[in-house]
């Protein structure tokens, strides 16, 4: 179903207030983000234990010092911790005979960093173990925050949304637009791609002279990367300076995929066209890919046959493959083995 024992895109540092809670379904269950009092996020499974209504509904309170959530039914209340803190129906010597700290909550380890929250998800029998891997990080230079994050909902499955966003071949199809590339662009391209972590590198390269955009940057070096679960980055470099886009693809659930993409940059470019501009460069080709991939959801209800083919869709073809390596890893318990190799891929468009 879903890669599982993974750091996954959960929430925006500016989505989390604190003393507020965030209700998020991810990997087909229901998460509530929260900020504690001293402004440490912190993630629970969404379902009160005693009658499993969301707990997001209820209060985040502080009792001295300590922020505890409050489930709106009945006053059961949770330490960010996951344990039982108290039951207000309980008298004094019910309260006494019985053991709260064996009521939990299961509890997401997450991480905050470069204005992204990332929740570790491990399979439900394996909540309290600690993560196995470090939290993701960007190559940017520290301390720099997201300048803008575009939100979109594809009804796919998570691998559609993955494999529609790295496909090279569709790109003069559904991205057709003057201002990026028109259909007699399309050329014969080489890139050259490696391994990296749990992913593959489209290795830094002179971008194509076939986009109008990146040849206005001055002579740009790009490098996307991609990792499990479903984290691409593009870096493009010039002069010292950087734009940077990372796209986190989460599963809502089996059939809905959220995609979120946040930008960082310090090159001067994009700081002299407005905002809304670039926000609407990105909101174009995002939704290009969304209403690609929402008309291949009636083809593919027939449950049909799929091709991969070399090498316009090797990249999909690794994919599936780092996701197999990384279930053997967790089942066989050996180190992962990448099974990307150093290659060349060639393709038009
Ligand atoms: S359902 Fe949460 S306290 Fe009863
Ligand atoms: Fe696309």
Not at 196 to 223: A, I
Request: net charge neutral; hydrophobic share 35%.
């Amino acid at each position: 179903m879903f890669v599982k024992d993974l750091w996954y895109f959960g929430a925006l540092s500016s989505e989390l207030k604190p003393g507020q809670h965030l209700h998020r379904e991810l990997l087909g269950q229901p998460v509530l983000f929260g900020r504690d009092h001293d402004g440490k996020a912190y993630a629970l499974k969404d379902i009160c234990p005693h009658r499993g209504i969301l707990l997001s509904g209820g209060e985040a309170q502080n009792h001295d010092g300590e922020t505890q959530v409050e489930c709106p039914y009945h006053g059961w209340r949770f330490r960010t911790d996951g344990s039982c803190a108290a039951i207000p129906s309980l008298t004094a010597d019910q309260a006494e005979a019985m053991d709260l700290t064996r009521i939990r909550v299961r509890r997401f380890p997450v991480h905050e960093d470069q204005g992204l929250i990332w929740i570790w998800y491990a399979d439900e029998d394996q909540a309290d173990t600690a993560p196995s891997i470090d939290p993701p990080k960007l190559d940017i230079p520290e301390g720099h925050k997201p300048k803008l994050v575009v939100h979109d909902i594809f009804n796919c499955h998570v691998d559609h949304a993955v494999i529609g966003l790295m496909d090279p071949a569709h790109i003069p199809y559904i991205h057709r637009q003057w201002w990026w590339r028109s259909a007699k662009s399309v050329h014969e391209k080489t890139k050259k791609f490696g391994p990296v972590e749990r992913g593959f590198s489209m290795l830094p390269h002179v971008p194509s002279k076939n986009s109008y955009l990146y040849s206005l940057m001055g002579e740009p070096q790009t490098e996307i990367r991609f990792q499990l679960p479903g984290l691409r980055t593009e870096y493009v470099k010039a002069g010292g300076k950087h734009f940077t886009g990372f796209t986190a693809v989460t599963p809502t659930n089996e059939n809905s995929t959220a995609i979120t993409i946040v930008v960082y940059w310090d090159h001067w470019l994009p700081t002299i066209v407005p905002n809304p501009l670039i926000r609407k460069g990105i909101e174009t080709f995002v939704g290009q890919d969304r209403d690609a991939v929402n008309a291949q959801q009636v083809g593919l209800a027939y449950d049909p046959k799929l091709m991969l083919i070399h090498d316009s869709d090797v990249q999909a073809k690794w994919y599936f493959a780092l996701k197999r390596a990384w279930d053997k890893h967790r089942e066989t318990g050996e180190p992962f083995k990448n099974p990307v190799r150093a290659s060349e891929l060639r393709w038009r468009s």
